[in-house]
């Protein structure tokens, strides 16, 4: 398995515009978590699904981000609009069972101008 | 409150070294601790977990210890090489699976 996989690598946008990141996770993994890391807060919980649902969605910030997880190979985090205080860097992790080792994607990096 | 503290915040040692890093923790009740290994500009990686129950895992030249009655960890680095440059993050996690994330240890190995 190649791994959890994060597209962008990189993006830089406008402020007002809206923003997609993408993820795939492991194979045959049924958790998948969205996390923000900056050198202030650093690494933050958004949200967390399992078996494609979203269970805890506490830490987004605000409405104008969301997540979705049409399947078990695909998720998004959309930001609409996008502000210059979301740049940050944006990474997916998943695990097959909760308490085993979290594999992380390699992150998107957000510069919101 | 849930809290992960870690120190130093940042540590220089010279390549060849021994270093080890603290982790204290609030977190109750507790399920598992994990270290965490982040290079710069990439994912975190899982370098151990540990349960309740146990007191020390290695994984090469990192052991980590765990003290459940005070609630500290300590990472230990042995014969320290270039590529342990990173930042090491404490993570504990609950049992209701919320992870609990430390702001980590800058660590620099210079030759």
């Known amino acids: 398995d190649a791994g959890v996989i994060q597209s962008p690598r990189h993006e830089v946008t406008e402020m007002g515009q809206e923003v997609t990141l993408r993820c795939k996770p492991i194979?045959?993994?049924?958790?998948l978590f969205w996390y923000r890391q900056t050198m202030m807060r650093g690494l933050e919980l958004l949200i967390y699904?399992?078996?494609?649902?979203?269970?805890?969605d506490s830490g987004m910030p605000e409405d104008r981000f969301s997540a979705k997880m049409p399947n078990a190979s695909f998720s998004t985090l959309k930001i609409q609009p996008s502000e210059p205080r979301d740049s940050a860097v944006y990474f997916c992790?998943?695990?097959?069972?909760?308490?085993?080792?979290?594999?992380f994607g390699q992150g998107t990096r957000l510069t919101v101008v | 409150k849930n809290q992960v503290e870690q120190s130093p915040q940042s540590l220089i040692i010279l390549e060849g070294k021994n270093c080890t890093l603290q982790?204290?923790?609030?977190?109750?009740?507790?399920?598992?601790l994990r270290w965490y290994k982040q290079d710069t500009g990439r994912g975190p990686v899982s370098l151990t977990i540990?349960?309740?129950s146990e007191n020390t895992k290695s994984n090469g030249r990192y052991t980590a210890t765990l003290d459940a009655d005070t609630k500290q960890s300590s990472l230990h680095i042995t014969a320290s090489q270039l590529s342990d440059s990173a930042s090491y993050i404490c993570?504990?996690?609950?049992?209701?699976?919320?992870?609990?994330w430390g702001a980590g240890t800058k660590l620099i190995i210079k030759p």
């Open positions: 993570v504990v996690s609950d049992s209701n699976y919320q992870l609990i």
């Open positions: 699904f399992n078996n494609n649902v979203p269970i805890d």
């Open positions: 194979s045959g993994h049924d958790y």
């Open positions: 992790a998943t695990i097959g069972q909760l308490n085993t080792e979290a594999f």
């Open positions: 540990m349960t309740f």
């Open positions: 982790c204290n923790y609030t977190v109750s009740p507790f399920s598992n």
